[in-house]
């Protein structure tokens, strides 16, 4: 009895049935959610991209490729300071008549050296740790986490100033200064995702299969906590850089005569605030901190938004 | 909830006493000590000896440590190595200058951000929202020395070329014992623009997530589908429940704003207790920046209880317990 | 009927969704039907079937990124589509009202419930507020809420889930709406809840002569309350009708596949066949006296007790259903015999031999043996693993397989349970729900186990896909000699596939024997309420449950743990007081292997 209609304007109340061919059509379930798209790089992206790149090169190559040794003056014969831009000379001259440019081609490797390896010891430590006291139990866990936080509770540059107070100031403390700071809001992230992964079903089954510790940190847990940790680095690594050029601004990172940013800002800020000297000894390097970090900044963006933008980007 | 309130607070005694630990302990690593910086490296034993005991340097560590913390707690922060002068006589209006940037930056910034983060959240993806995140978001991410410079830029040298005479003093000094709140603007006007900037980034951006956030709840969707007006929405439903959040970036900024004044104070060369600090580091002056810097992290754990106790007390659940 | 009395038409409605990069993937597809005045309209399907998406545009409203495409959505004879944010707001909460899934995420957790309430009359300006708050009282007294003089006064979470739902039918209906639309409003709830709640809705939606547009994926929900159906599938329409039509007589293949994947409701002779002949052998897996729970009590027991003096066993080859309502300690009991929870007091034993109580000091034989099989696959199987790793990982761990023997058993496995060898180089997320579920049960079959724990593994699947899991588990028990403890709270699903079934209540075995003796008078009270709650799918049914007695002593109330007494007492239409208060129950047995714990004789358990 064929008492349905198969005209999809049918009226109230009627019995529609969509024209079908056969009995035996396969209704697939659906899907999930397609495999997420690869990251790529957007144009304000490619933009930190580009300037990152270039600070990265000048870092690496700056002292090769600059026309005068950081300490070098450029004009012998004049030794008036704060010349101004001319040729020799494109930035012009600083305090002590040094080649600013040539000055900051020589601060970029050390400003981001020491940034870099200060997040690179902040990570190692902070995650060895934070990971550790994921798995470690609620003891171990409680006991470093308490200290931590009596740590984190310090203003970063406060702590700074007090440790190289006591033990003075040099390349070497300065990263490890950087690190250990750092390596308190590192640990509180990496234990924050090795919890979240702790609980999930996929580590209890590894548990429960009587897999050991090993397998459980290096085949359940670091595969998943790597990629939000690594695309926090960026993030870290911008909050290093200001921390190691607020110190060298405050004459307590890298110690003259040796260029760095920071401490070229300090410098020629004297003539800078009486007004009528130039500028740019002031404003060149101080101008090169922020590309770069609002350079890291643009690509951190990219990588936050690909990551869901769950990203703890307050800290 | 009052339970979970006095848990906070014991945490947070506990921190600020962990804290002068950390001080106490970074400073005597310090190669020498008071004794010996004070009188110089010529000083006899026999001298050195009299200092360490009137200093009460003899004594075990734990006892050195009790005195300090003791004494910090009654008002007495010990006497700087470079004179005999009491460190808490000398930081009287060193101390006053600090509080009062601190204070103007928080009663103009704070506001001004708050409402400028809320029209963020309410109008999302728009010109206007984009602009500001573009600009907060790139300002965070800069040196504080930078955006002083940049001040100095347009307010001194930008405005002195286009109307001749310059806006603000760029090297903030004078008395300032008689000047009232506007005069008192005028007179730090570059620091507090700066500090202002500097906070404005965090809040603005934290204040408009915060808000989005709890824009994107279930909720907020069930009072759009009421046909609740928008206004009454971001009003009523949404910074009600956004409240918590927002108090919490306050408190976190306030916090902040202790420590980011050392570089400004650094920068525009007025005497703070920062830039004091900075001297007895200069002069490795460790008992001025032991009690310096314990008055900072001191008050920087404050602020960070305060937003804790914040976040608590904003929480629905907790305020009204079943 | 006349076109007047059409409160709400779908005219070739097209949404489609932006992706990332611009393009638009149509998610509804022209969908026409149309709803009167007093009629319930049902929208029926799976995820990703478009119903909720459709429903929502009578609101006017699509959820960010989605779009209306074409078509139109005519509330009382005004497209609502096209329309600005301005001019909906006087049909929304006014004309047409919404019931969310959660009524927890849907609850402003700052304001109190009254106010939320009687928000949309007040602010429409069509009641003032001592109108409203009168208005709002009517109503929770009729959907029957406790306290209905103060509860309004109270903040959402001082409410139980239940009642919430409840509350927010009091929200919608506040303002008087012509058309209520309710999306899968009883789905989150227990079944003792669940059928409340649906009696609430059926009375008030009666009683305020609106139109309501249902959603949900619960054929058997709908059928008590529809008059209508629409079955939608891709975000089309494959079949509508009145509900008798749709129900008794359904053309469309898929419609009848989606009444093929309702199993029938629970009664005896329904339990899958005996398998063998296991008589009198030591049991695979034996639960003695156990205690558990969580935390360190005072006195050596467990500080909150959540399982309490369980005894049952699970014969070689057989398959135990374990039922109960949430809070009653049915995944705890799967946790305590896989270790990962050690019972505090009692035994569990393997092949007749005593097993350490926690996990971590179980021989790795003992932990091959008892494998646990998770409710959500999702979070079960690791999302940066290929499924051959996951499949391969315990076949190496377990039988030392590499190399080309240890792909060729995973392949073997992956056809198992229907699976292509191909899946081996895929990731969990490119999988679909029902695949990772067969993926995470072979990672268990992988381990060759005697005793599988599976936890609730239909619940979280659409309907036609999790009867399908269910057929694989029937043959996996069939082809390789498995015995399984399946755990589920729906008693449907259960009595399809157990042997036995254990029915635990606030931690105690309320009662528990074969299949069909459970099934069948006599029953424990508690299983008797659980068996009338389940919806039957047939019209009236629900008019019907009404009449029982269960129902009248209203007894959906929540689970609770005692330590004295039968815990059952507080709902138990045949309690004694001062008996089943004061002591424990005894249990009675018929011989047979069928135990109730009751105070009532058996022959006061009958009919």
Not at chain 2, 159 to 176: E, M, R, S
Not at chain 3, 584 to 590: G, Y
Request: aromatic share 8%.
């Amino acid at each position: 009895m064929s008492d349905f209609t198969t005209d999809k304007k049918a009226g109230h109340g009627e019995h529609y049935v969509r024209p079908f061919e056969s009995e035996e059509i396969a209704f697939e379930e659906l899907q999930d959610a397609a495999p997420s798209a690869r990251f790529k790089l957007s144009v304000s992206g490619w933009i930190g991209a580009i300037i990152v790149s270039f600070w990265v090169f000048i870092g690496v190559f700056g002292p090769f490729l600059a026309p005068y040794h950081e300490n070098d003056l450029p004009f012998p014969d004049d030794y008036s300071e704060y010349q101004a831009p001319k040729e020799g000379a494109f930035l012009g001259t600083d305090v002590e008549d040094r080649d600013v440019m040539s000055r900051i081609m020589y601060g970029a490797g050390r400003t981001i050296g020491i940034a870099f390896a200060g997040t690179v010891l902040a990570y190692f430590l902070g995650v060895v740790l934070g990971i550790g006291a994921a798995v470690a139990g609620p003891w171990v866990d409680m006991i470093v986490s308490r200290i931590n936080d009596a740590f984190i509770s310090l203003p970063t540059i406060m702590l700074g100033l007090v440790v190289v107070t006591a033990v003075g100031s040099s390349i070497p403390v300065l990263i490890v200064t950087a690190g250990l700071i750092y390596m308190t809001i590192v640990y509180r992230l990496a234990r924050a995702i090795g919890m979240e992964i702790m609980v999930m079903d996929y580590v209890e089954a590894a548990k429960v299969r009587g897999e050991g510790i090993w397998w459980i940190v290096t085949k359940e847990i670091w595969p998943n906590a790597a990629m939000p940790l690594i695309s926090d680095f960026g993030l870290r690594l911008i909050y290093v850089i200001l921390f190691i050029s607020s110190l060298s601004f405050l004459g307590m990172g890298v110690q003259p005569p040796q260029a760095d940013w920071g401490l070229m800002v300090r410098e020629n800020l004297g003539a800078f605030q009486t007004y009528g000297a130039s500028l740019l000894p002031v404003v060149a390097p101080a101008l090169a901190i922020a590309t770069l970090t609002v350079g890291i900044n643009l690509i951190v963006d990219d990588i936050s938004a690909h990551a869901g933008g769950k990203l703890t980007k307050a800290m | 909830m009052l339970s979970l309130i006095v848990q906070r607070l014991l945490i947070g005694v506990v921190t600020v006493f962990a804290v002068s630990l950390i001080i106490f302990i970074c400073t005597q690593w310090l190669p020498g000590d008071a004794a010996e910086i004070r009188l110089g490296q010529s000083a006899t034993e026999a001298n050195k000896a009299a200092l360490r005991a009137e200093l009460g340097l003899d004594k075990p560590l734990a006892v050195q440590y009790m005195n300090w913390a003791t004494n910090f707690l009654q008002g007495d922060l010990g006497k700087s190595l470079a004179g005999d002068r009491s460190i808490s006589e000398s930081i009287g209006d060193r101390y006053q200058s600090t509080v009062t940037v601190s204070v103007l930056t928080a009663a103009i910034g704070i506001p001004l951000s708050l409402f400028l983060g809320i029209m963020a959240a309410m109008f999302p993806s728009t010109l206007y929202d984009r602009i500001l995140t573009f600009v907060s978001v790139s300002l965070v991410a800069v040196p504080d020395f930078f955006t002083a410079t940049l001040m100095v830029l347009i307010f001194v040298f930008a405005w002195d070329a286009v109307f001749g005479f310059q806006l603000a003093n760029v090297v903030v000094i004078g008395n300032t014992q008689d000047m009232g709140v506007f005069e008192l603007v005028g007179h730090y006007a570059l620091p507090i623009a700066t500090l202002c900037f500097v906070i404005a980034s965090q809040v603005i951006r934290m204040t408009r997530a915060a808000v989005l956030n709890v824009m994107s709840s279930p909720y907020i969707e069930m009072a759009i589908l009421k046909g609740v007006p928008r206004k009454r929405i971001i009003l009523r439903h949404a910074l009600l429940n956004a409240i918590g959040p927002i108090v919490n970036v306050i408190a976190l900024n306030l916090a902040y704003l202790v420590s980011g004044v050392v570089v400004i104070e650094v920068y525009f060369a007025y005497n703070g207790l920062a830039t004091f600090m900075v001297q007895g580091v200069q002069q490795r002056d460790f008992i001025l920046v032991q009690s310096i810097g314990m008055l900072f992290c001191a008050t920087y754990v404050i602020l960070m209880l305060i937003a804790d106790i914040a976040s608590i007390v904003s929480n629905p659940r907790l305020r009204h317990p079943k | 009927m006349s076109d007047e009395d059409i409160v709400f038409e779908v005219d070739d409605l097209r949404i489609h969704a932006i992706r990332d990069d611009g393009s638009e993937l149509p998610i509804v597809k022209g969908v026409d039907f149309q709803v009167k005045r007093g009629e319930v309209v049902a929208l029926i399907g799976e995820s990703g079937s478009g119903k909720t998406t459709i429903s929502l545009s009578a609101l006017g409203y699509c959820k960010p990124g989605l779009k209306f495409a074409g078509g139109a959505a005519r509330l009382l004879g005004q497209d609502v589509t096209g329309m600005t944010t301005e001019e909906l707001r006087p049909y929304r909460g006014e004309r047409v009202a919404y019931l969310a899934q959660s009524a927890a995420a849907t609850f402003n957790p700052s304001i109190k419930i009254n106010e939320q309430v009687t928000e949309a009359p007040v602010l429409h300006g069509t009641k003032t507020q001592e109108e409203a708050n009168k208005k709002a009282l009517a109503l929770y007294r009729a959907l029957e809420l406790p306290n209905p003089d103060t509860i309004g006064d109270r903040y959402p979470h001082q409410v139980s889930g239940g009642q919430l739902q409840r509350l927010m039918a009091a929200m919608a209906l506040c303002g008087d709406p012509d058309l209520l639309v309710l999306d899968e409003p009883t789905t989150a709830l227990d079944v003792t809840t669940q059928i409340e709640v649906l009696k609430a809705f059926k009375k008030v939606i009666k009683e305020e002569g609106a139109a309501a547009i249902y959603v949900t994926h619960d054929l058997a929900v709908v059928a008590q309350i529809a008059d209508y159906i629409v079955v939608l599938y891709h975000g089309e329409i494959q079949e509508k009708g009145p509900t008798d039509t749709i129900i008794n007589n359904p053309k469309h293949p898929y419609t009848k596949r989606l009444m093929a994947a309702v199993r029938p409701t629970p009664a005896a002779g329904q339990g899958d066949e005996d398998t063998g002949d296991h008589g009198r052998e030591v049991p695979a897996l034996e639960v003695r006296d156990v205690t558990a729970g969580y935390g360190k009590g005072p006195r050596g027991g467990p500080l909150v007790t959540i399982l309490r003096d369980i005894n049952l066993s699970i014969e070689r080859g057989s398959s135990v259903g374990i039922i109960g309502e949430s809070g009653c300690g049915k995944s705890t009991l799967a946790r305590v015999m896989s270790g990962l929870l050690p019972a505090a007091e009692g035994d569990v034993l393997l092949d007749g031999k005593s097993m350490r109580a926690s996990y971590r000091s179980r021989s790795r034989d003992n932990l091959r043996k008892v494998q646990f099989v998770y409710q959500m696959a999702d979070t079960a199987l690791n999302p940066r693993q290929r499924i051959g790793d996951i499949l391969g990982r315990p076949l190496e761990f377990y039988h030392g397989l590499r190399g080309k023997k240890k792909r060729e058993r995973v392949a073997e496995l992956l056809t198992l349970v229907d699976l292509r060898p191909e899946f081996a180089q895929r990731l969990p997320h490119e999988l679909s729900g029902g695949q990772k579920q067969r993926v995470n049960l072979a990672r268990a079959l992988a381990a060759e186990p005697e005793v599988m724990l599976c936890d609730e593994v239909t619940s979280a699947l659409d309907s036609i896909v999790g009867a399908n899991v269910i057929e694989l588990l029937k043959r996996l028990r069939r082809e390789t000699g498995v015995s399984f403890v399946f755990i589920s709270h729906d008693l449907s699903t259960v009595a399809s596939f157990a042997d036995e079934i254990v029915v635990l209540y606030a931690g105690r075995v309320a009662e528990k024997g074969p299949t069909d003796q459970v099934l069948s008078p006599p029953y424990h009270p508690y299983t008797r309420l659980l068996i009338s709650s389940v919806p039957e799918m047939r019209v009236g049914w629900l008019e019907e449950s009404m009449q029982t007695r269960e129902a009248l002593a209203g007894i959906a109330r929540g689970v609770k743990i005692t330590d004295i007494g039968c815990p059952f007492f507080e709902r138990c239409p045949l309690a004694i007081e001062g008996t089943c208060d004061k002591v424990d129950p005894p249990s009675r047995k018929d011989g047979s292997g069928h135990v109730i714990e009751c105070h009532r004789e058996i022959s006061e358990l009958g009919g």
